[in-house]
DNA sequence: TAACCTACCAAACACTTGTTAGGGAAGGAG
DNA sequence: CTCCTTCCCTAACAAGTGTTTGGTAGGTTA
């Protein structure tokens, strides 16, 4: 459906999926780490230790450091587009396709808190390594869902047509997908709640009403 | 003034400062290098290549890869905090002291550009190193900056009342220097015509006025 | 029992990393 | 000319990097 359905490079396992239990405690962990101290600062010593293993024992598991980042990623990536595929396929005015966009992404942000930060901090440099592409496609299709919903927007007067669209549409992604630095899972409020919070202040804005106020 | 001027650790010069220009331009290729390929990744034989000598040569000018960092981001929080602190000290209006920040901020993303991206990578992990201990203080005295102008707003009627104020916080906060990871100086509009746009969606909102529209 | 597979360990490999030591060319000062 | 300072190079070091190889304990299958 998507072209993010990348197959990850697994060669030791030629059936489809015998026992991926391990793996996936393995890139959870990994995925942790790396989120904590970033992708190139990350030993594999330090994720084997945080796994309770040796170095080596995690190439039994994976090809390379590369394909763990590789995995982690496109596995989030996959998940993601399969709740925005549903959403923008559900013939929503552009508001309500904002809105579920949003709630959408802050589950997802719940669900992969750590990918996502991955994401932010190296996917600037990873486009260039061809292995990588799929972020590219994924960006773009990304643009064109929310440029796109944006425009229809401004089009049928739901949002305002005095803004440079583009500053708007960075302004929107960029405020959403930060909040997976700050975000605990467990904490004060549900992703549903952030959601609703922050639609209400980028669609209304934090200004107070009272005319009276300067 | 503020407590982050610190003086970066240059055993070598015992003179003031006889001829940093040098220095200087070394210090912006860094900063580009950091940025643009993180600071772990980056190797001190990539950056010598970029500024046109060999990698032992920068150590005639600097002590460590480390402290070139942490000239870096302290040269960038001084200059930031000279700025916030004018504002802040003007004694202006919840409301204008918001949009006086946030005009500060984007013109000092225009200048630092390298720097703030650098600091958003990287600063979640140097705070545990004792030497960029710095960074907490900075961080601690914008929190109280940002949140104590907020709660005055909300106190006279200037922001709303009905919003997790943390999360306003968080917002604004994230929303103006998650900017730095696409402005490009030159660019199409300027720092303040940004600034303005961004004030008018954070504070307005991007919801058509039209009562008509859905 | 024998063969086999899974999941790991122990030990090393080749390479890259930040950093250092010593030296030398260029130019100004005396 | 000599001395000194500035700025860089050459060449290496030790530590740490991702990765590979061979082996092995324990369970499952035949």
Redesign the pocket.
């Given at each position: 459906m998507t072209d993010n359905e990348r197959v990850p490079t697994n060669s030791k396992?030629t059936?489809a999926n015998?026992?991926p239990?391990?793996r996936r405690e393995?890139l959870a962990t990994a995925a942790e780490v790396f989120a904590a101290q970033g992708y190139?600062?990350?030993?594999?010593?330090?994720?084997?230790d945080e796994?309770?293993?040796?170095?080596?024992?995690?190439?039994?598991?994976?090809?390379?450091?590369?394909?763990?980042l590789d995995e982690i990623l496109s596995g989030f990536l996959d998940e993601l587009w399969t709740g925005y595929d549903a959403v923008l396929g559900a013939g929503l005015g552009p508001r309500e396709t904002i809105e579920a966009l949003v709630t959408e992404s802050f589950r997802e942000i719940d669900r992969h808190r750590a990918a996502v930060a991955i994401y932010q901090k190296e996917s600037r440099h990873l486009v260039a390594q061809p292995r990588f592409g799929y972020l590219v496609d994924s960006q773009r299709k990304f643009e064109k869902a929310w440029l796109g919903t944006l425009e229809r927007g401004v089009a049928d007067g739901s949002f305002r047509a005095d803004l440079d669209i583009r500053l708007v549409y960075r302004f929107v992604r960029d405020t959403v997908w930060v909040a997976a630095s700050w975000y605990r899972p467990g904490g004060a409020h549900s992703p549903e709640e952030i959601a609703r919070q922050y639609l209400s202040m980028v669609l209304d804005g934090i200004a107070g009403r009272d005319p009276a106020a300067a």
């Open positions: 396992k059936t015998p026992a239990e391990r393995l190139n600062a990350t030993t594999v010593r330090r994720i084997a796994a309770g293993l040796l170095a080596g024992s995690l190439y039994y598991h994976f090809d390379s450091k590369e394909s763990m």
